[in-house]
Each structure stands twice: as structure tokens, then as C-alpha cells.
């Protein structure tokens, strides 16, 4: 089988709808429609794409391309395509589609999660942050100034609160120069052609270290699961991820996992020898090995793995809202106190 590579930028034609086009692709072809049956009634369905676009899509499925084609002209990711095409090896497309369906969804719905848990949040703190400078040059300056001229020094809590205050704006500028520093530099590092340099780099750095291991190890299960489930020898299996261009991490995989069978390894003790997967993959590896289950064992590990990415995302997303209330209201207790105090203060020195 031929593995295509895709290297020009690719968009979204379908938009939010590319989970359900997939879903009502297979169930289409579940009911016996045809491949270019089922692709020539949905493209005259979805009104997302323009006539042209439409046009185009008829065209391609009436030619006898392949779901591939058809599917990198609506702009899916790479990792929908590779599975698209190593589901035409172990011929269960059916199921495919509708797992890659669910996945899109989950992947969608833990983006707007966590997009709500930090939306809100983070309009507030902007918010307190510009009240912050204003109140820097405006107000705190004219309470010095009062301070000076009645000559009334100010209290030790006073003083603690200004400096904090007057620090802050720098600290969250410093904070956003270098939140904007480690973003551009994960970006650079998923950017590398070198995916050899790219993988090492990654697992250098314990935050994304955890969910590129685990995801990895997912996408491997499931693949070489089905494979395994279909009758295809190790070894072949090995060659086509070797061979295909797509998912350049299931490529390195393959790699690292063939040197440990030449060396001597059963598939188990190459896994387990192969740091870029998860370590309880090698338990079930084993477990399908004195079974002669492995792919079955492959693809519920594979069904674990994504469940657990998800709830560890949903965790930490779910405690992200509740630091940043707390410290913004610690902040708006201080803001609060460095208005009232010196008032205070100043009314006590008249009296």
C-alpha cells in the first residue's frame, strides 16, 4: 500500500461538521451504501461548503478517488488521514470512522472546556490589571503627595501594600513576556523537521513530556491493534509505519521497536525497551502475548489511554479557575485596602 505525505497547509472545510461528516459516513456505509454513493449524497448535504467547493468534492469522489484524497481536500488533520489509510490495510473502516468521529468530538468539547475554565478568569484579571496601572499613576501618586504635605508618615502596612501594587504590573508583564516565551518555544520545538531532535527535545520538559507519552502510546495501540486483530504479521506492521510519512512519531516507534526484535526482544520487551511509550503498555503487550490476544489487549489499552488524557486535561483545567479567583481576590483585597487605609490613617493623624 502506497502512504501518501502531506506537506501543504490544509483548512478545515467543513469546519465544526467534520466529526459528523465522518459519523454519517459510516453510518452510510454501514447501510449499504457504496463508498462513492455515500461521499456523492453527503457533499450535496452540507451546506458549510460553498458551490465551489462542493463542485469540487463531487468531482473528486465521482473519479474514484480514495477516502484519503477526499478527506485531505476537506482539510482533516494528518492523524485522521494516517488512520484513514491503515484502516484500508486492516480493513476496518467502518469502525474507524466512527471512533475518529468521537475522538474529534472529545478533542473539540476539552478545547471549549478549557477555554471556559480560563476565559473568565482572565478577562477579570485583565481588567484588574489596567484598574491597577490607573490606580499606579493616579491615585497612589496623590496620596503621596497628601502624605508629604501634612507630613504624616505612613504606616508600615501601608507601605507593603504600595510596593506590592506598584510591582505588580511589572511582574505580570514579566509573566507575559514569559508565558509568550514558552509558548513560541513549544511551537518551535513541534515545528522541528527533525522529528528524531523534536521527540528528544519534548521529553525533556515534564508538563508535555506526560501527555506526548501518553498520546503516542494511543495512537500505537490502536493502529497496530487493528493490524494485529486483521491477520497482518509484527513485521509487516513495522514496515508500514516505517514507510508511511503521516505520523512521523509512529514511524520512530516502529524504528526503535524493530532494533529491539532484531536484538533478540520478544515485541513486549522491545516496547518496554522503547522510552517514548507509556510503561503499562508493555503489561498488556505481555498479558496478549501468553493469551495470543495482543491485539485485543492493544485496542483496550488504546480505549484506557484516551480516557485517561481526557479526565487528566478535565482535572487540571478544573483546577485552573479556582487559583486564579483566589488570587485575584487576594488582589482586590489589596487594591481595597491601599484606598481605604491611608484614609484612615491621614482621618487618626487629624484627630
Not at 456523492?40 to 452540507?46: A, K
Amino acid at each position: 500500500m502506497k502512504i501518501t505525505s502531506i506537506s501543504r497547509k490544509r483548512i478545515n472545510r467543513l469546519k465544526n461538521l467534520d466529526a459528523d461528516f465522518l459519523l454519517k459516513l459510516a453510518e452510510l456505509l454501514q447501510n449499504g451504501f457504496t463508498q462513492k454513493d455515500a461521499l456523492l449524497f453527503l457533499f450535496r448535504q452540507y451546506d458549510v461548503l460553498n458551490p465551489n467547493e462542493t463542485s469540487t468534492g463531487i468531482e473528486l469522489a465521482k473519479s474514484g478517488n480514495n477516502l484519503t484524497e477526499i478527506l485531505k481536500y476537506l482539510g482533516y488533520r494528518n492523524s485522521v488521514i494516517s488512520q484513514t489509510e491503515l484502516a484500508d490495510v486492516h480493513g476496518e473502516i467502518v469502525s474507524n470512522l466512527i471512533e475518529t468521529s468521537v475522538y474529534l468530538k472529545k478533542r473539540r468539547e476539552t478545547i471549549k472546556n478549557i477555554f471556559k475554565a480560563v476565559q473568565y478568569p482572565l478577562i477579570l484579571l485583565s481588567i484588574f490589571v489596567v484598574m491597577l496601572m490607573i490606580l499606579n499613576y493616579t491615585v497612589i501618586p496623590q496620596f503621596n503627595s497628601l502624605f508629604l504635605s501634612m507630613n504624616v508618615e505612613k504606616g508600615t502596612l501601608i507601605k507593603i501594600l504600595m510596593g506590592v501594587l506598584n510591582i505588580l504590573p511589572k511582574t505580570a508583564l514579566l509573566l507575559l513576556l514569559g508565558a509568550t516565551v514558552i509558548i513560541i518555544s513549544f511551537i518551535l520545538i513541534f515545528k522541528q523537521k527533525n522529528k528524531y531532535k523534536m521527540m528528544s527535545m519534548a521529553y525533556k520538559v515534564p508538563i508535555i513530556r506526560s501527555y506526548f507519552k501518553y498520546y503516542i502510546s494511543y495512537k500505537f495501540a490502536r493502529e497496530v491493534g487493528y493490524l494485529i486483530k486483521s491477520g497482518i504479521e509484527l513485521k509487516v506492521i513495522l514496515d508500514i509505519f516505517k514507510k508511511q510519512d503521516l505520523n512521523p512519531y509512529l514511524k520512530i516507534v516502529a524504528e526503535k521497536i524493530e532494533f529491539g526484535i532484531v536484538q533478540g526482544l520478544s515485541f513486549s520487551e522491545a516496547v518496554e525497551q522503547t522510552a517514548y511509550l507509556d510503561e503499562k503498555i508493555h503489561s498488556f503487550i505481555k498479558h496478549g502475548e501468553l493469551n495470543s490476544n495482543v491485539g485485543k489487549e492493544l485496542l483496550l489499552y488504546s480505549e484506557y489511554t484516551i480516557e485517561n488524557i481526557i479526565l487528566r486535561i478535565e482535572r487540571t483545567t478544573s483546577r485552573i479557575q479556582p487559583i486564579i479567583f483566589s488570587v485575584l481576590g487576594i488582589l482586590i483585597v489589596c487594591l481595597y485596602l491601599v484606598i481605604v487605609l491611608p484614609v484612615f490613617q491621614m482621618m487618626s493623624q487629624l484627630n
